[in-house]
């Protein structure tokens, strides 16, 4: 009878792993958004190799999603003025809320969120806007730097920001658009596209290793 009641234990918590890592695994199949912004379509193209500068959406914790601002490829004087994104339309970027994690490379930035409030150059409407200082060079997004925010909103997730703006006129559809000087001379760049990596690896090989473990307490306790 022990023994019975000890396998009985021991297929409980093989049964409750299986559960608690697959629920994790629901959160952890994650996905990483980066965008490269490499169009010009209005004014003066920045001087170095595309993508100009590149924005990076992952999931760091359930409806937290981290957005990382690199202005990678901008060279000499160049630096980013203004930054926009879209957001998919289940969601209303109104809720969205913005907490800096590594924003000491630039000054006081402000940050605009709301259905279709943006339009950079006139050319379509996006939810999501970054100011970023345009007055002297110490509190400028500059070349070779990068800003992090934390974003947060009920149901968000890295993959809700590969979303399209809202067209005007000519242009087609952006999933970034951007401002860049250089202090005699200015472009508007964007991205038609998003490249999105999915992250089921991690999260499959969780579940397997908390399954394995389970049954070797299973067999463990099978033996006793």
């Known amino acids: 009878m022990k023994k019975l009641t000890n396998i009985s234990k021991a297929l409980l918590q093989l049964v409750l792993v299986i559960?608690?890592?697959?629920?994790?695994?629901?959160?952890?199949?994650?996905?990483?958004?980066?965008?490269?912004?490499?169009?010009?379509?209005?004014?003066?193209?920045?001087?170095?190799?595309?993508?100009?500068?590149?924005?990076?959406?992952?999931?760091?914790?359930?409806?937290?999603?981290?957005?990382?601002m690199t202005a990678n490829n901008l060279t000499g004087s160049e630096f980013v003025s203004g930054w926009y994104f879209n957001l998919t339309p289940s969601l209303d970027p109104i809720n969205l809320t913005f907490t800096g994690v590594n924003t000491g490379a630039v000054g006081t930035t402000l940050i605009t969120n709301?259905?279709?409030?943006?339009?950079?150059?006139?050319?379509?409407?996006?939810?999501?806007?970054?100011?970023?200082?345009?007055?002297?060079?110490?509190?400028?997004?500059?070349?070779?730097?990068s800003v992090v925010y934390n974003i947060y909103s009920t149901g968000l997730s890295a993959s809700s920001f590969n979303a399209y703006n809202t067209p005007k006129g000519s242009n087609p559809f952006f999933t970034s658009a951007a401002h860049i000087q250089d202090g005699t001379s200015s472009g508007w760049i964007a991205a038609?596209?998003?490249?999105?990596v999915p992250e089921p690896i991690s999260s499959t090989l969780f579940v397997a290793g908390g399954v394995l473990l389970g049954f070797r307490r299973f067999r463990k306790m099978k033996k006793a």
Do not use: H
């Open 19 to 68: 559960i608690f890592t697959a629920s994790m695994a629901g959160w952890a199949d994650a996905d990483i958004v980066t965008i490269g912004l490499n169009t010009i379509y209005s004014g003066t193209s920045p001087a170095g190799p595309t993508p100009w500068i590149t924005a990076t959406f992952i999931d760091v914790s359930p409806n937290t999603v981290q957005l990382t």
């Open 114 to 145: 709301s259905t279709d409030c943006c339009k950079p150059d006139g050319d379509g409407q996006f939810d999501i806007r970054f100011d970023f200082p345009t007055a002297g060079d110490s509190g400028r997004f500059n070349t070779g730097e």
């Open 192 to 196: 038609t596209t998003a490249t999105v």
